[in-house]
């Protein structure tokens, strides 16, 4: 009989933590909501429209807090598909912000330092040399 669980503790460090910091995002995106900023400025100056740039981060929103819950799970229960979800989740508040410093020539200490250690911290323990090992060799 196959277990399911939400954490898993046998895996490496690397990856258990992503995982909690996986469930910590989803967490203070549903309650406190995004670091808005980059998104709004991006689409606000694109589209000159702020209720554009308010669809667009609702939206990012919910797939930031289903995907980062999914992947965790997938992670946790050792599926390749949880973990290629979870590098994704985690690179693309990092892709948006890249773009909005090159882009409007801001700087990312512009924005929430806090977030952007978390965004960094997350994004280099799912992609680092222990966690692509142990994906490659354990995940179905």
């Known amino acids: 009989m196959e ?5 898993n503790q046998s895996q490496p460090q690397t990856l258990y ?15 406190f909501g995004l670091n808005d900023a ?3 400025v991006a689409y606000a100056r694109l589209t000159d429209s702020a209720s554009a ?10 797939v ?17 598909w949880g973990y290629k979800l979870g590098v994704a989740i985690a690179a693309l508040p990092l892709v948006v912000l890249l773009y909005v410093c090159i882009a409007y ?15 960094v911290a997350e994004f280099a323990l799912l992609v680092h040399p222990q ?5 490659r060799i354990w995940f179905k």
């Open 105 to 119: 020539q801001v700087s990312p200490f512009d924005f929430a330092v806090l977030s952007l250690m978390f965004n």
């Open 64 to 80: 930031v807090i289903a995907g980062s819950v999914a992947a965790g799970y997938g992670i946790s229960n050792e599926r390749k």
């Open 17 to 31: 933590i992503a995982v909690f910091l996986m469930y910590m995002t989803a967490a203070f995106t549903l309650l």
């Open 53 to 62: 740039a308010d669809l667009l981060t609702n939206v990012t929103r919910v």
């Open 3 to 7: 277990t399911r669980r939400w954490l």
């Open 38 to 40: 980059p998104y709004f």
């Open 131 to 135: 966690s692509r090992e142990y994906e």
